[in-house]
């Protein structure tokens, strides 16, 4: 599958500016400069955005609250909306059509001027720049910034300017440029103008540190040249980087644009999701801050660059990783994406929440749960890259072979597993397999790491660890491996033991795994993390949850792994079915209404697209089926 077709939005006469919080996730588009994320919706209101990085407090928050700041550009009255990223980048183009015409509008997160290649993001001007063209006839335009700092708590000192406005106070200042005349009230900046066929306005926001300084936005007149660099930017990383040429190849080239877009450029970091707080079932509690980096989120995020783009980002995120642990042994599972340890977690109760699904939160508790997982993620990517990473720094030695020491040490604890549950510890089967992993590549990259290296030891314990796998995680009653030791309990996870390679997929038990997960943990073919039964799978938590994307297509690789190409093909191609008109993910999708759920979008999904296109390329290349065949 790799077009899509783009349907239309429509907005009635008289209908508000957007619908801000209550509308679907999958009604916004991205925008990335590699430090921080814009979401626009399809009437062309920018409703989420933090600067200055991807943490940060939010300016727009209005996806999570009306009353919490939004930048909309849209025609006067009804209109229809397609919309598009431009080829190769993240500028989104929407085109509003009238009874009285066409303009198209043009959004983009700029990059530092001349910016191309791995460079981008660095130096980030946190800039966002708005074009509108006339595209027929004559059009009346409604534009309407309402900066909300400090996710909506703030209603600021909005100043008239003598090319726009700017705020005044707080820690997340603006200045605005506009190609209109502007009112401002009610710390709002407001303009109504007409564009004729072939006339332009430009616009543009640019964030202002404390100290004042820093260069102006772009003038009206240079936003075109600002967009048109921007667009360059993109479309030169991805020359260097595109190497995925599968029939898949549009879907991926996507995904791994939109991989590169949560990279945080400054130290290296790749964030799960931009955003914070929405939710994985409609007013419940499961709303969750994503803007950090997860080891586990960023080495999967690695590896699936190196299949669709082959990343240069894996020798800064290393870099990064080393120096925030400060060592293998005080491994956490997530920092911040500068590096901080303490990611403390609170409500903001004056939020309503998408959709009423409060609490809203931001920090992400689960920074000091014991996670046994890591160790394989990283150690695996780093085995994956080993070639690209050259000779190893004695201080990367060092680390890779205390990762290893400690998952040979820590193998036997409990934890609380991939999905951080909330409950009690387990001796859950993910966490057990990836220390396996870890053990597995650490014997691996055993000849770089010099007088580091503890191979013999490193290799018994990895087997002692499997035969310990292969014994208790195996449950008679349910023909399948577990969530965790001795338990009957069913986890997507397991669908990870081919894919690092612990069982292939056409093993006995492997083979039943995966048609008992089929079967009996999905919702209308879509795989489920763990069933949510009163007493079982004691995450701490109320409610429900949709479908997991990635693990719905972690299924697709297993399938494809244990033979099962046209199956597979079929689940693949539903998947990427639930993407929103630009081919973006969620984390969830709730199969009754078609609808994504969770943070948006999210790296995971886009990660498990990315390495089910590969491994039906590799399953139907050992088939002898070539990739024509169903391009």
Request: proline share 4%.
């Amino acid at each position: 599958m790799s077009t899509r077709s783009t349907p239309s939005a429509t907005a009635e006469p008289g209908a508000s500016d957007g619908a801000g919080s209550s509308q679907p996730i999958g009604a916004y588009g991205l925008l990335a400069d590699c430090n921080t994320a814009a979401l626009v919706d399809r009437h062309g209101s920018i409703d989420w955005l933090c600067l200055p990085r991807y943490d940060s407090p939010a300016v727009f928050a209005r996806i999570l609250d009306r009353e919490a700041g939004h930048w909309s550009i849209r025609p006067v009255g009804g209109f229809t909306t397609t919309r598009q990223f431009l080829p190769g980048t993240l500028v989104l183009e929407t085109t509003f059509a009238t009874d009285d015409g066409a303009v198209r509008l043009t959004d983009a997160l700029v990059f530092a001027e001349g910016q191309r290649g791995h460079e981008l993001g660095r130096d980030a001007p946190r800039e966002l720049v708005r074009l509108v063209e006339g595209v027929s006839g004559r059009l009346e335009l409604a534009m309407e910034l309402v900066p909300r700092p400090e996710y909506g708590l703030v209603q600021p000192l909005f100043r008239r300017t003598e090319y726009g406005g700017r705020t005044f106070g707080g820690p997340n200042q603006i200045a605005v440029r506009a190609g209109t005349e502007v009112d401002i009230e009610d710390s709002a900046l407001r303009a109504t103008f007409e564009l004729a066929e072939g006339e332009r306005a430009g616009f543009a926001m640019r964030w202002i540190p404390l100290d004042g300084g820093g260069a102006e936005p772009a003038a009206p007149e240079d936003v075109v040249r600002r967009i048109e660099d921007t667009v360059d930017g993109w479309r030169s990383w991805e020359a260097e980087h595109d190497i995925y040429v599968g029939p898949h190849h549009e879907l991926v080239r996507l995904s791994s644009r939109v991989l590169k877009g949560l990279t945080y450029r400054p130290t290296g970091a790749i964030v799960a999701a931009p955003t914070t707080s929405l939710p994985e079932t409609v007013g419940g509690e499961r709303n969750w801050d994503y803007r950090y980096s997860w080891i586990r989120d960023a080495s999967l995020t690695l590896e699936a660059l190196y299949i669709g783009a082959c990343s240069d980002e894996a020798g800064e995120f290393v870099s990064f990783m080393t120096s925030s642990a400060g060592g293998g042994s005080s491994l956490q599972i997530m920092y911040g994406i500068g590096g901080e340890h303490d990611l403390s977690e609170r409500e903001l109760p004056h939020l309503r929440g998408w959709r009423d699904s409060a609490p809203v939160r931001v920090g992400n508790g689960a920074w000091n749960q014991t996670q046994l997982d890591v160790y394989g993620e990283l150690l695996n990517t780093l085995h994956l890259y080993r070639e690209q990473l050259g000779e190893l720094h004695p201080e990367i030695q060092l680390f890779i072979a205390e990762l290893a020491d400690t998952a040979a040490r820590r193998w036997s604890e409990r934890g609380s597993g991939l999905w951080e549950m909330r409950g009690e510890p387990r001796h859950h089967l993910s966490g057990k397999v990836l220390c396996w992993t870890a053990l597995d590549r650490a014997v691996k990259l055993a000849p770089k790491l010099g007088v580091h290296a503890r191979t013999e030891a490193w290799a018994e314990e990895r087997d002692r660890l499997r035969e310990e796998i292969l014994q208790r995680g195996w449950s008679e009653k349910r023909q399948a491996y577990s969530q965790s030791f001795d338990s009957d309990e069913l986890d997507g996870a397991a669908l990870l033991m081919p894919l690092v390679g612990f069982l292939p997929a056409d093993d006995p038990r492997m083979r039943s795994t995966i048609e008992v997960i089929a079967r009996e943990l999905t919702e209308d073919g879509l795989v489920l993390r763990y069933a949510n039964d009163e007493g079982l799978n004691a995450d701490g938590l109320t409610g429900e949850e949709g479908t997991f994307v990635i693990c719905s297509f972690w299924l697709v690789s297993c399938l494809a792994l244990a033979g099962e190409i046209e199956r597979a093909e079929q689940l693949f191609d539903r998947l990427v079915g639930y993407a929103n008109d630009l081919g973006l993910l969620a984390e969830e999708v709730d199969t009754a209404s078609g609808e994504l759920l969770g943070n948006f979008p999210q790296a995971f999904s886009h990660i498990g697209l990315i390495n089910a296109a590969w491994r039906l390329d590799q399953a139907r290349a050992a088939s002898g089926e070539s990739a024509s065949e169903v391009a």
